[in-house]
């Protein structure tokens, strides 16, 4: 297929990200291999309504997860987040808790690589100096006479096109997990990120026909990139990753098929596994069900003392503590206060 036409003259800042083919040796057939990853190293914590982070909060803006990078720290998620979603943190929903963990995490890593990676380039210049934040969702990005491209639920971004079907004839053809408006010597680029979590089930031909050739027309200035942010394994093979960082057959035509297209790729990992984020999903099911009151089960280390049993759920600070009466025998909860720093 031929997408409109795009700016083949723009200078490229990410080309050291994009799929190289070569031959190592003599004795193989050429590969593909990808030299740079994002080259964020970043870390999570787990807070509780208790821990010190959140004594100077309100409710809703107490921070559950915090992702931190050198000396930055995020709010991934806070109880706000946890209570105005659209799907309960349950087992029910365990495949959407992940999904929007990767999401955040994800998102936030390719914002600080954008901000930090050269000095020739800025975020930014999407929204004006009126647009808020707090009053955003269902907010029109830009559009074309066929297009829309419009804010679902900040920060997710989707894709309407005029069908004459659906509400007001316009039909929801992709969401977007990240988008990122770049500027570098002058020249617009704009990536769009996409998160999975193990399984990497691209479908190339939707990725140009619903993403692509819409963007294409309401941004027709600028130079597309298609960022896919997953594990390493299902970027990389396995017994090739340590010598040549070679890259698997998917990623392979994922490349190929958008490349020919003048659109780049970068493949970006986590520095979490799996069981980070499993780690991470339970712990935001035990704080929802802590903040709505509800019975609950944890997990986390438990003291037990002559006077006193403090239990664990998690965050850095107990979840619970009691103390003995050394009268009654009962046992009751005292409040958990900090030192101050």
């Known amino acids: 297929m031929n997408l409109p036409a795009h700016n083949k003259a723009a200078p490229d800042p990410f080309h050291e990200f994009h799929p190289v083919l070569w031959t190592p040796d003599s004795t193989v057939e050429s590969i593909y291999s990808v030299k740079r990853n994002h080259g964020i190293t970043g870390s999570y914590k787990l807070h509780n309504l208790n821990d010190q982070i959140n004594d100077n909060r309100d409710t809703f803006n107490k921070i559950i997860v915090e992702y931190i990078i050198n000396d930055c720290s995020y709010a991934v998620f806070t109880v706000a987040d946890l209570l105005n979603t659209t799907y309960p943190f349950d087992q029910q929903s365990e495949g959407n808790i992940l999904g929007e963990i990767a999401e955040r995490i994800s998102r936030r890593i390719t914002k600080y690589f954008l901000k930090h990676w050269s000095k ?10 009126n647009f808020d934040i707090r009053n955003c969702n269902n907010f029109i990005v830009a559009h074309t006479s066929h297009y829309v491209l419009k804010i679902q639920q900040y920060p997710n971004l989707i894709i ?17 997990d990240g988008f990122f408006d770049y500027r ?16 990497v089930n691209v479908d190339c031909d939707d990725l140009l026909n619903n993403l ?17 942010f997953t594990d390493k394994y299902s970027i990389y093979s396995r017994s090739n990753y340590e010598r040549w960082r070679q890259i698997k057959q998917l990623p392979v035509r994922i490349h190929e098929k958008l490349n020919a297209e003048g659109i780049g790729t970068l493949f970006f990992t986590f520095n979490e596994s799996r069981e980070d984020f499993e780690k991470i999903k339970n712990f935001l099911m035990i704080q929802y069900r802590a903040v709505r009151k509800e019975t609950l089960t944890l997990f986390g280390k438990t003291i037990i003392g002559q006077k006193e049993l403090t239990i664990f759920d998690g965050g850095e600070t107990p979840h619970i503590k009691l103390i003995k009466d050394p009268y009654s025998g009962m046992w009751r909860e005292i409040p958990l206060k900090h030192k101050s720093s």
């Open 160 to 176: 309407l096109k005029r069908t004459g079907k659906g509400k007001y004839g316009y039909e929801n053809i992709k969401e977007l």
């Open 184 to 199: 570098f010597s002058g020249k617009r680029h704009i990536l769009v990120l996409e998160s999975k979590l193990e399984k």
């Open 212 to 228: 692509f050739t819409p963007l294409r027309q309401i941004f027709p200035e600028a130079s597309f990139y298609y960022v896919l």
């Open 120 to 129: 020739q380039g800025k975020t930014g210049g999407i929204f004006d100096q």
